[in-house]
């Protein structure tokens, strides 16, 4: 089956072509046809095209919304340009794959989209106000596009987290808040971390219950997971995607009380207060340069930029803190597993959050951590390490891939 998997932002589009099947799932030979991403949507947007037969290309075109970025890709993957295998027409598009954010206690599963789905996702916006909405956008686009004959299938980044027990989810407030509003930790980059424990066990040819490892997904966005018997019972994110660890333009973890001190010294309201802790923090915030940790790393290199290095340094202070609660947690673990663009691109700041935690077991290799980037995967622990290490790319466009043709193929509704 061809799935098309689309990764709708506020104002950003990342999509993959996928062909996957039960068959070729057993022999992990799924085939990627060909991905893009746009950057800038409602203004003129920066688009990068990749299929075989075209290889990458990038250009500056205006696209008002998502609907109108969406007809561009279906366009696209259909033309002679893209020249993809097996796709001639539209309808040789067996599903899409959606990325959505929130499913909150309804959706602990993928499930193919319907009405009842659809109303569900709107009924998670107040929780993701950032990122449902957009979500939402893509799932109608193609609605409108396609047409009912081709199936839709939410994959949710809440959902593997569903199974957390209470005592990791019920925050110490009120219950009463929870039984009503339904205020508790979710946690996200559920599936990346749900991949990342299936390629590890992949891996290591063992089977779901035997992996208890820490998954660390590090870029933009940050969360730690703490993965038994194949399952989260833990993980950094809260209510919503801003708890947790240093983010690229996300404070994480924060004293709440800060909230209120900053609203009345600043004169501002709680909602600006909310948007400073959500696109104006972390390593933003502490540099006071740029989210972008290559950027960082290159102003403590050349320049010994003290905010810069200061932003580094709490980064991975915070995962350190994550690593040993997780540990505590898991009553040891038998990997951690760094992902995500800085997980896997970064081994500076990987050595210096294992840097010193030998006492707990974990030793890098320094030779292999610096030979383990540009998405090469592998273990980077020395080899007395008790707890190994690991770098494994995630791959979350798959794991919708597959979700897509699984929730198809068993007619997996909200429902049924």
């Known amino acids: 089956m061809n799935v098309l998997v689309l990764n709708c932002g506020s104002s950003s589009l990342r999509f993959q072509v996928i062909e996957t099947d039960h068959d070729r799932i057993a022999r992990a030979a799924d085939v ?18 990749w299929s075989e037969a075209s290889g990458t290309r990038k250009l500056a075109l205006p696209f008002r919304d ?36 929130h499913g909150g206690e309804r959706f602990r599963r993928s499930v193919v989209i319907d009405e009842a789905v659809i109303q569900g996702i709107e009924d998670c916006i107040e929780l993701a106000p ?60 559920g599936t990346s971390h749900r991949y990342v424990a299936y390629r590890y066990r992949t891996l290591l040819g063992i089977p779901k219950d035997r992996v208890r490892i820490i998954t660390l997904h590090l870029g933009n966005g940050c969360s730690a997971c703490a993965i038994v018997e194949g399952r989260s019972v833990d993980t950094s994110m809260g209510l919503t995607p801003v708890e947790g660890l240093v983010m690229g333009t996300r404070s994480g ?21 909310d948007d400073i ?12 340069l740029t989210n972008d940790m290559r950027e960082l790393l290159e102003e403590r290199r ?12 709490v980064f991975c202070h915070r995962v350190r803190k994550y690593i040993g609660a997780y540990l505590a947690v898991m009553n040891g673990a038998d990997a951690v597993v760094f992902a995500g663009g800085i997980g896997e691109n970064a081994p500076d700041v990987r050595a210096q959050i294992i840097s010193g935690m030998d006492s707990l077991g974990l030793t890098l290799d320094d030779e292999k951590n610096r030979a383990t980037t540009d998405g090469a995967e592998g273990i980077i622990s020395a080899s007395g390490s008790r707890v190994a290490v690991w770098v494994i790319p995630t791959n979350e466009e798959l794991l919708i891939a597959r979700d897509a043709f699984r929730a198809v193929a068993a007619g997996a509704t909200a429902t049924g």
């Open 253 to 273: 973890d924060i004293d709440p009380a800060i909230v209120e001190f900053l609203a009345m010294k600043e004169g501002i309201t709680v909602q600006a207060v």
């Open 32 to 49: 990627t046809k060909a991905r893009g991403a746009f950057e800038r949507i409602g203004s003129q947007a920066l688009i990068s095209l």
């Open 130 to 189: 950032l990122h449902n909405p957009p979500n939402l956008s893509g799932i109608r686009a193609v609605r409108d596009a396609l047409g009912p004959g081709v199936p839709q299938v939410a994959v949710f980044d809440t959902a593997f987290h569903a199974g957390m027990p209470e005592t990791a989810y019920v925050y110490a407030i009120p219950y009463p808040f929870y039984r009503r509003y339904k205020v508790r930790r979710y946690g996200f980059h």
């Open 66 to 101: 998502h609907r109108a970025a969406i007809d561009h890709i279906l366009r696209w993957i259909v033309s002679p340009d893209a020249a993809l295998p097996g796709i001639r027409s539209l309808a040789d598009l067996g599903a899409v794959g959606h990325r959505v954010v």
């Open 302 to 313: 050349d320049h010994q930029d003290r905010r810069a290095s200061l932003a580094i340094d």
């Open 277 to 288: 802790l959500n696109r104006h923090s972390g390593l933003l915030g502490i540099s006071g």
